[in-house]
């Protein structure tokens, strides 16, 4: 079992930032994907973005050049750093950790961006 808790949302002026951190604990592998997704009022949850335990990250193109998906493998933590916050950001963000067939979700934290 994985147990994800995360942390950073609030209200925020659209053009302010944001800093999201998901702390992990429990059954963790050395090689594993964890990332962040949102998922607005009535709509499909959605990737925001990636980073495998090697560092490699991936982006949904909505937030390409404003997010930044950064990991502490030692820490077992996950930061999302948002900038440039738009309206359209507004959604409940969730950690996900992956490692093959096995997901685990937080339970999420809202972040709100007013224009």
């Known amino acids: 079992q994985v147990q994800l808790v995360e942390s950073g949302g609030g209200l925020v002026q659209a053009g302010g930032s944001l800093r999201l951190s998901c702390t992990a604990s429990?059954?963790?592998?050395?090689?594993?994907?964890m990332g962040w997704y949102r998922q607005a009022p009535g709509m499909q949850r959605d990737l925001v973005a990636t980073?495998?335990?090697?560092?490699?990250?991936n982006y949904a193109y909505s937030v390409k050049g404003r997010f930044t998906i950064s990991r502490d493998n030692a820490k077992k933590v996950v930061n999302l750093q948002m900038n440039s916050l738009k309206p359209e950001d507004t959604a409940v963000y969730l950690c996900?950790?992956?490692?093959?067939?096995?997901?685990?979700w937080g339970q999420g934290t809202q972040v709100t961006v007013s224009s």
């Open positions: 996900n950790y992956n490692l093959g067939p096995f997901n685990y």
């Open positions: 429990g059954s963790i592998s050395s090689a594993n994907t």
């Open positions: 980073i495998t335990s090697g560092g490699t990250t």
